[in-house]
């Protein structure tokens, strides 16, 4: 069994910045890749941001050049660090992390963005 547990959603004016954190703990072996999806009122769950264990990342367009992900591979954390927030980006933000296979999530950070 894997466990993730998100921190650091909350409110912020537009233009500001949130970081997300992530923490894995349970039957890891091995993370092949981890990340952050989002979920807007009425809409997808969409990726956010990837990152593989040897640091390759993949961003969405519209979070290009605003977040930056990271990981530390021995304390099997991911985090996200989120500058020039829109409102756009109000959403409830996820962790994923891809293990031997299976997909894995966290219960979800609510993140908002309003003046």
């Known amino acids: 069994q894997v466990q993730l547990v998100e921190s650091g959603g909350g409110l912020v004016q537009p233009g500001g910045s949130l970081r997300l954190s992530c923490a894995a703990s349970?039957?890891?072996?091995?993370?092949?890749?981890m990340g952050w999806y989002r979920q807007a009122p009425g809409k997808q769950r969409e990726l956010v941001t990837t990152?593989?264990?040897?640091?390759?990342?993949n961003y969405a367009d519209s979070v290009k050049g605003r977040f930056t992900i990271s990981r530390d591979n021995a304390k099997n954390t991911v985090s996200l660090q989120m500058n020039s927030l829109k409102p756009e980006d109000t959403a409830v933000y996820y962790c994923?992390?891809?293990?031997?296979?299976?997909?894995?999530w966290g219960q979800g950070t609510q993140v908002t963005v309003s003046s």
């Open positions: 994923n992390v891809l293990i031997l296979g299976y997909d894995y």
């Open positions: 349970g039957s890891i072996f091995s993370i092949n890749r």
């Open positions: 990152i593989t264990s040897g640091g390759g990342t």
